[in-house]
């Protein structure tokens, strides 16, 4: 069963079904029927055409649910005939589900998190670690959402801004462990920069490739994380950079900076420098407090803080540090990572140990539990 198949056909079922009349909610319910169905069948009976399939039997089942709903049978009356099986439409219809999903109705981070649910492929518990609120919090976000796009009718798409920030986000789970959502991610982007000019898009555009160029060098061949500093950049992909760069260059020559091209540049100050100590540290630090200004992220002063200890020293980094609450997620690696550079080996090994426990997937905790044992190991020598 190949699953990373089915999750691509997904956003076009989806987009499939409301254009036919079905409502948001009641849409999402029949495509994930569709999918446990295929799980069950195609290992055994695999179709032809699997968008096709899909389609035919997710209409089959939001038809099913219909007509179980007194609530919906003028809905129901209005359906002419259930669809014969054919091939599917081969139009990709997955950005403009993410503008439809943007819907005027909702909030910015109610329909983000909706389009990160049902279009991006994201559980709840990996939308509320991007947005650090809890998971019951998040449900209860995303349950709202569908109640008040379930009776609207989709045909006012949502603004730039809310797509950008589904891409982004996408993105970044793509790149902390799962390639292919990375790579859709900019495959959509793509998609945008080339039907709208706006050089925030390009910024967004220029950030994903700039950090995509190094997905080669991230992990060791036994799948454990590789630090910037410790990367091979060799295995950089030079391209990307250039082509990364280079878009970022004649956004910010139009002279509307926004946040992701704030954040492309401090990628490309990265990208450009030929070893970890030649890092331009002091200009990063100036990009971080552009980027601060422009969304006042708690996320944003932590790297910043990082980027302090570099340029001005260890000890200044860690002030920069006391300033922020200690709850937020990476604050105690960044504690631990800042101590060492000051020589507190003991503090240091402390907090990468208590790091490893709040770390959010496998990989980071096994890399901060190395760095831990790496330092124990050196006080002990």
Excluded at 51 to 80: M, P, Y
Excluded at 87 to 102: H, I, K, V
Excluded at 263 to 289: F, G, K, R
Aim: hydrophobic letters at 45%.
């Amino acid at each position: 069963m190949n699953e990373a198949l089915l999750r691509s056909l997904t956003p076009s079922v989806l987009a499939i079904l409301v254009r036919r009349g079905a409502d948001f909610a009641a849409a999402e319910d029949a495509v994930q029927d569709a999918l446990v169905e295929a799980l069950r069948v195609w290992p055994a009976d695999p179709p032809r055409d699997a968008k096709g399939w899909l389609v035919t039997v997710a209409w089959r089942k939001f038809l099913d649910a219909t007509r179980a709903d007194v609530a919906r049978r003028r809905r129901e009356d209005r359906v002419d005939e259930e669809p014969a099986p054919g091939p599917a439409p081969g139009a990709d219809d997955t950005l403009q589900l993410y503008f439809l999903c943007a819907h005027p109705s909702l909030t910015p981070s109610s329909a983000v998190a909706l389009t990160l649910r049902a279009v991006g492929g994201l559980t709840t518990r990996q939308i509320a670690q991007a947005y650090l609120v809890p998971e019951a919090t998040m449900a209860q976000r995303i349950s709202r959402a569908k109640r008040t796009v379930s009776d609207v009718q989709f045909d006012q798409p949502g603004d730039v801004a809310t797509v950008l920030r589904v891409l982004y986000l996408v993105f970044n789970e793509g790149y902390s462990g799962d390639v292919d959502l990375a790579a859709e991610a900019i495959r959509l982007t793509r998609q945008l920069a080339a039907a709208i000019d706006h050089p925030e898009v390009a910024g967004l555009l220029a950030l994903m490739l700039l950090h995509h160029a190094r997905r080669a060098a991230r992990t060791a061949p036994d799948g454990s994380l590789v630090p910037l500093a410790e990367q091979d950049r060799g295995r950089w992909d030079t391209a990307l950079i250039a082509e990364g760069v280079g878009i970022l260059q004649a956004a910010l020559a139009r002279d509307r900076l926004g946040e992701f091209q704030a954040q492309a540049a401090i990628a490309a100050l990265h990208a450009d420098a030929p070893t970890a100590e030649e890092t331009d540290w002091v200009q990063i630090v100036e990009w971080y407090d552009e980027l601060t200004r422009l969304t006042d992220s708690p996320v944003v002063r932590l790297n910043r803080a990082v980027a302090v200890g570099e340029a001005d020293g260890p000890r200044a980094g860690l002030a920069a540090l006391a300033a922020l609450d200690d709850s937020l997620p990476r604050h105690t690696a960044v504690a631990a990572y800042l101590h060492e550079r000051d020589g507190d080996l003991a503090t240091a090994a402390r907090l990468y140990a208590e790091a490893a426990q709040k770390a959010p997937n496998l990989a980071e905790r096994g890399h901060l539990t190395r760095q831990a044992a790496r330092l124990n190991a050196r006080r002990g020598g």
